[in-house]
C-alpha cells in the first residue's frame, strides 16, 4: 500500500475502504508502518473522525491482529468492561457472581494507570494469585469452575497496544472511534458472545460529560454488533468514588463484604443492575431478585473463593489483603449534608500515597488507600472525619492531603448522587 495516499484520505476527511484500513494495521503490527506515518494517522482521525462501518472494521483488524481466544465450547460466555474509574471493584463481585448463576467469566483485565485503578492489580493483594495464565489452563479452568480472571497478554491486539502508546505520546487518546475501537478490539479478541460495557461518566472518568459517554457508548455497541456479539451499555456516575473505599487491598475487602450480601448499597447496585442486563443477554434468568439472592445466600463468594484459590490465591495467610499500618483523617471542615466527593482527587490522593502508577511498569504499595466514611447526601458535623487515609510511615501523606483540599465540598442541602445514568 502506498502509505501518503492512506494519508491523504484522512486528512481529506475521507473514508477508508476495509481493505486499506485492514493492510494498514496490520503493518503496524508487523513492524512496516513507521511511527511517523502512524501518528500522523491517528492525529487525522482525531480530527477527521471516523464512520461508524471505518470504527468497527478498524476494531476487528486490531483484534486479528493477535491471538484470538476461541471460547466456543464454553456456555453463556459474558465479558464486561468498564471505562476506568476510582474505587471501581465491580469486576471482583460480578465475575464470581455471573458464574454462580450460570455464566461463564473468562476474562482479560488490566493493571491500573493514572488516578484510576486495575483488576489485576486489586487481585495480586490476594498473596499467590497468578495474574498470568496459559491458554490451557485459562479455558481448563472457564470450564471447570466458571471464572478465570488473567491479564493481558503481548499477543492479544498487539497492533493496539503500538498504537495506544502512540496514542499516549502524541496527545491523540481523546478521540471516540479511537477509544471505542481500542477497548473493543480486546474485547472481540477476548471471545465472549455478551459484553457489558460500564461507561464511566464524571470527574473521575475519561468522560466527563453524559453525551459522550453516550456516544461512546453506541460506536462500542456497533462495533460489538457488527462483529456477531450481543453488548449493553450502562452508563454509570463516577462523581464520587464507586462505594467506600478505594486503594487496592481495601477494595478487594469491600468486594469481599458484597459477596456476602454487604458491602455498600452503590456497589450492589452497579453489581445488580449489570448482572441483570448480561443474564438477560445470554439467555439466563437475570431478574434483580434472582442476583441479589446469589449475593445473599453465599453462592457468589463461595464462587469467588474457588477462583481465587484456582489461581493459587490464598485468603486465610496472614498477610493477605494486609493494609497499610497508619492512619490519617480528613475531617469535615463545616456541618452540612455532603455535597461534592471529588473521584478525581480521591484517585489521585491514593497514587501519592504509592497505591497507584505514574507510568506503566511502576511498583505499587497495594496497602495503602482511602476509606470514606461518608457519601454524597450524607449529614456530616464540623470536624467528623469524612475519609481515612491509611499510608505508610508518612510516605506521600502531605501530597495525598493536598490533592485532597477543595475534594469535599460540603452545603446546605444536598441530594445522593444517580448511580446508573442510562443505557446507550
Ligand atoms: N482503554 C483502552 O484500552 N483504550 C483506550 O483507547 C482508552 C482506554
Known amino acids: 500500500m502506498h502509505l501518503p495516499e492512506f494519508l491523504q484520505v484522512k486528512r481529506d476527511r475521507g473514508a477508508h475502504d476495509p481493505g486499506s484500513l485492514r493492510a494498514f494495521v496490520a503493518g503496524v503490527a508487523?513492524?512496516?508502518?513507521?511511527?511517523?506515518?502512524?501518528?500522523?494517522?491517528?492525529?487525522?482521525?482525531?480530527?477527521?473522525?471516523?464512520?461508524?462501518?471505518?470504527?468497527?472494521?478498524?476494531?476487528?483488524?486490531?483484534?486479528a491482529s493477535g491471538d484470538r481466544l476461541d471460547l466456543?465450547?464454553?456456555?453463556?460466555?459474558?465479558?464486561?468492561?468498564?471505562?476506568?474509574?476510582?474505587?471501581?471493584?465491580?469486576?471482583?463481585?460480578?465475575?464470581?457472581?455471573?458464574?454462580?448463576?450460570?455464566?461463564?467469566?473468562?476474562?482479560?483485565?488490566?493493571?491500573?494507570?493514572?488516578?484510576?485503578?486495575?483488576?489485576?492489580?486489586?487481585?495480586?493483594?490476594?498473596?499467590?494469585?497468578?495474574?498470568?495464565?496459559?491458554?490451557?489452563?485459562?479455558?481448563?479452568?472457564?470450564?471447570e469452575v466458571g471464572v478465570v480472571v488473567s491479564g493481558q497478554s503481548q499477543r492479544m491486539a498487539p497492533a493496539d497496544g503500538v498504537l495506544y502508546a502512540l496514542r499516549d505520546a502524541t496527545a491523540t487518546v481523546a478521540s471516540l472511534p479511537l477509544i471505542a475501537a481500542s477497548v473493543m478490539s480486546k474485547k472481540l479478541a477476548g471471545g465472549a458472545r455478551?459484553?457489558?460495557?460500564?461507561v464511566k461518566v464524571g470527574r473521575g472518568a475519561f468522560m466527563t460529560d453524559l453525551a459522550q459517554g453516550r456516544e461512546l457508548g453506541r460506536l462500542m455497541r456497533v462495533i460489538g454488533e457488527r462483529a456477531g456479539r450481543s453488548v449493553g451499555v450502562t452508563l454509570s456516575s463516577m462523581e464520587q468514588p464507586l462505594g467506600r473505599t478505594v486503594g487496592n487491598a481495601l477494595?478487594?475487602?469491600?468486594?469481599?463484604?458484597?459477596?456476602?450480601?454487604?458491602?455498600?448499597?452503590?456497589?450492589?447496585?452497579?453489581?445488580?443492575?449489570?448482572?441483570?442486563?448480561?443474564?438477560?443477554?445470554?439467555?439466563?434468568?437475570?431478574?434483580?431478585?434472582?442476583?441479589?439472592?446469589?449475593?445473599?445466600?453465599?453462592?457468589?463468594?463461595?464462587?469467588?473463593?474457588?477462583?481465587?484459590?484456582?489461581?493459587?490465591g490464598d485468603l486465610d495467610r496472614s498477610d493477605a489483603l494486609a493494609l497499610a499500618p497508619d492512619a490519617s483523617d480528613l475531617t469535615a471542615e463545616r456541618s452540612g449534608v455532603v455535597a461534592e466527593?471529588?473521584?478525581?482527587?480521591?484517585?489521585?490522593?491514593?497514587?501519592q500515597l504509592g497505591g497507584g502508577r505514574a507510568a506503566k511498569g511502576d511498583r505499587i504499595d497495594l496497602g495503602v488507600g482511602i476509606r470514606l466514611h461518608a457519601k454524597i447526601g450524607d449529614r456530616m458535623s464540623a470536624g467528623d472525619p469524612v475519609a481515612t487515609l491509611l499510608h505508610r510511615g508518612g510516605h506521600g501523606?502531605?501530597?495525598?492531603?493536598?490533592?485532597?483540599?477543595?475534594?469535599?465540598?460540603?452545603?446546605?442541602?444536598?441530594?445522593?448522587?444517580?448511580?446508573?445514568?442510562?443505557?446507550a
Do not use: N
Open 341 to 351: 466527593l471529588d473521584a478525581l482527587a480521591f484517585g489521585r490522593a491514593v497514587r
Open 194 to 198: 455478551a459484553i457489558q460495557l460500564d
Open 30 to 63: 508487523d513492524g512496516s508502518v513507521p511511527d511517523y506515518q502512524a501518528a500522523a494517522w491517528l492525529m487525522a482521525v482525531c480530527f477527521a473522525g471516523m464512520t461508524d462501518e471505518e470504527t468497527a472494521v478498524y476494531a476487528d483488524a486490531l483484534a
Open 72 to 143: 466456543g465450547d464454553l456456555p453463556h460466555t459474558v465479558d464486561k468492561h468498564s471505562t476506568g474509574g476510582v474505587g471501581d471493584k465491580t469486576t471482583l463481585v460480578l465475575a464470581p457472581l455471573l458464574a454462580a448463576l450460570g455464566a461463564t467469566v473468562a476474562k482479560v483485565s488490566g493493571r491500573g494507570l493514572g488516578h484510576t485503578g486495575g483488576t489485576i492489580d486489586k487481585l495480586e493483594a490476594i498473596p499467590g494469585y497468578r495474574a498470568t495464565v496459559d491458554r490451557e489452563a485459562f479455558l481448563r479452568q472457564a470450564h
Open 397 to 423: 501523606l502531605g501530597a495525598a492531603h493536598a490533592v485532597l483540599s477543595g475534594a469535599v465540598r460540603i452545603a446546605d442541602a444536598a441530594e445522593p448522587a444517580p448511580l446508573v445514568l442510562g443505557r
Open 251 to 312: 477494595e478487594v475487602r469491600e468486594a469481599i463484604d458484597a459477596l456476602r450480601g454487604g458491602g455498600p448499597d452503590d456497589l450492589r447496585e452497579l453489581v445488580i443492575a449489570l448482572a441483570s442486563d448480561l443474564l438477560h443477554a445470554s439467555g439466563l434468568d437475570g431478574t434483580p431478585e434472582r442476583v441479589a439472592a446469589a449475593l445473599d445466600d453465599g453462592s457468589a463468594y463461595e464462587r469467588f473463593v474457588r477462583w481465587v484459590a484456582a489461581q493459587g
